[in-house]
């Protein structure tokens, strides 16, 4: 970079933290609601929110926003907005921390603490409980969602479909630390479609009342790599097949990895299990670590199964598509 432009950068960046401003909210500040700090947000703002219970929702369309508790007891619950969640976060790199989302419900049965629609989302010290969605993270091929120090519990729902207590579309990377899901009920507890899916010393648990299916489901491809975790299967469990599901997508990720190590699980379920369910296609490494109960390692049974059923099924919408084409050439031409 040259010596103007550097410079110019530099102003750029210093005329940008100068028009960032800090947006108090709370009963005796001057905004009330969260939603109304949304409305007033610009780019690179910090909205700070008292302690205390806040029935409202809010839209935040801002970029580089930092949204955070100024104290312990911030509770964002009951209302959503857009059909969506209690915070639509639709702005970029938008930082989310010492927040509570409680008792997201909406018509489709997916209401979120936080429905993420924008590209790159850290959450930190936030709470999810009893949502049917913890958090709902739409595709952003290029964006990155990072949660730390957060927990989620009593999460979940599935009816007509399943809302998880962690759901994450096609990002570039989805990183869990230090973080806690506990009682989801029937759903996953993590369910994730990014390309890279990074979990590292967290727990993940049913707990006695818990019902969720897989543990940790990866469905595109990508890599999974789980260090120093704390697993657990639990009598109530949705699905007994396995703890750790790496699905069947239709392309593997070039340099896709698949790592499991140094995790500690424990299947209280009843019924065998697998630690590792694995129909990627990708080769895993599972290194060090401690099973416990009646567990199988590693299995790959029914991919094949799973495999022919998808090409039985993209072979009958071809030939359906084929009929269409036919049948609509016949009429034109007659």
């Excluded at 969640?85 to 989310?96: E, I, K, S, Y």
């Excluded at 519990?153 to 809302?163: E, H, I, L, P, Q």
Aim: aromatic content about 4%; glycine content about 10%.
């Amino acid at each position: 970079m040259t010596l103007p432009a550097a410079i110019a950068l530099a102003l750029a960046l210093a005329a940008t933290a100068a028009r960032a401003a800090v947006l108090e909210v709370g009963p005796e500040a001057p905004l009330k609601a969260p939603s109304e700090a949304a409305r007033l947000a610009r780019p690179g703002d910090t909205v700070r929110i008292r302690p205390g219970e806040y029935f409202d929702c809010a839209v935040w369309s801002a970029d580089r926003l930092t949204i955070e508790g100024a104290g312990p007891g911030v509770v964002i619950t009951d209302k959503t907005c857009q059909g969506k969640a209690l915070f639509v976060v639709t702005g970029r790199d938008v930082t989310v921390r010492n927040l509570t989302f409680a008792r997201a419900r909406v018509p489709d049965e997916n209401g979120a603490g936080i429905r993420a629609e924008g590209a790159g989302l850290t959450v930190e010290g936030c709470r999810f409980v009893n949502n049917e969605a913890g958090i709902l993270a739409a595709d952003s091929p290029a964006g990155a969602i990072r949660i730390a120090d957060s927990e989620f519990a009593a999460n979940g729902k599935c009816t007509t479909r399943c809302a998880h207590a962690l759901q994450v579309g096609r990002v570039a990377l989805l990183r869990i630390e230090r973080s806690r899901f506990s009682g989801t009920r029937q759903a996953h507890q993590v369910s994730s479609d990014a390309l890279r899916t990074e979990i590292v010393d967290s727990e993940i648990a049913d707990g006695p009342g818990g019902t969720s299916s897989y543990l940790v489901e990866v469905s595109g491809n990508g890599s999974l790599v789980m260090e120093g975790n704390r697993l657990q299967k639990g009598p109530g469990t949705a699905n007994a097949k396995a703890a750790v599901f790496a699905g069947a997508g239709r392309d593997v990720q070039p340099g896709a990895e698949i790592r499991l190590s140094r995790n500690r699980f424990a299947n209280d379920s009843g019924t065998r299990t697998a630690f590792l369910l694995n129909w990627s296609g990708t080769d895993a490494r599972l290194e060090k670590n401690e099973l416990l109960g009646p567990v199988e390692a590693e299995t790959s049974g029914g991919r094949w199964l799973e495999v022919a059923r998808r090409n039985a099924a993209e072979a009958k919408d071809a030939a359906k598509d084929l009929l269409r084409r036919a049948t609509r050439h016949l009429v034109h031409k007659n």
